[in-house]
Nanobody, 123 residues
Framework: VQLQASGGGLVQAGGSLRLSCAASGSTFSDYVVGWFRQAPGKEREFVATISWSGTTKYYADSVKGRFTISRDNAKNTVYLQMNGLKPDDTAVYYC?????????????????WGQGTQVTVSS
């Protein structure tokens, strides 16, 4: 499966953005899809993930209550709605996919990665 992330940009603190992860090349509903982010000088960290049908979702504590992950399998797309953005949310955001859901949180569990989209939150 090939993944393409989009929707990043520059936003003021308290603002919102919606990221999209468009998939191609395989049956999208066969994959668990997650969002990760990496800030300069920091390791890539888990943000959120969603199960094959969208019924199960997990979030990092740092984004819980502010970010919402969803998917539309008919459109082969996963979304990350980000509200109440903070300067600490500034990072490159990546979407990733795995088939079997062996583990939800570690980046190493995901086999396919998109190219990343920059999110910058100004104070």
């Amino acid at each position: 499966v090939q993944l393409q992330a989009s929707g990043g940009g520059l936003v003021q603190a308290g603002g919102s953005l919606r990221l999209s992860c468009a998939a191609s090349g395989s049956t999208f509903s066969d994959y668990v899809v997650g969002w990760f982010r990496q800030a300069p000088g920091k390791e890539r960290e888990f943000v959120a993930t969603i199960s094959w049908s969208g019924t199960t979702k997990y979030y990092a504590d740092s984004v819980k209550g502010r970010f919402t992950i969803s998917r539309d399998n008919a459109k082969n797309t996963v979304y990350l709605q980000m509200n109440g953005l903070k300067p600490d949310d500034t990072a490159v955001y990546y979407c990733a996919a795995q088939r079997y859901g062996s583990s939800w949180y570690p980046a190493s569990a995901y086999d396919y990665w998109g190219q990343g989209t920059q999110v910058t939150v100004s104070s």
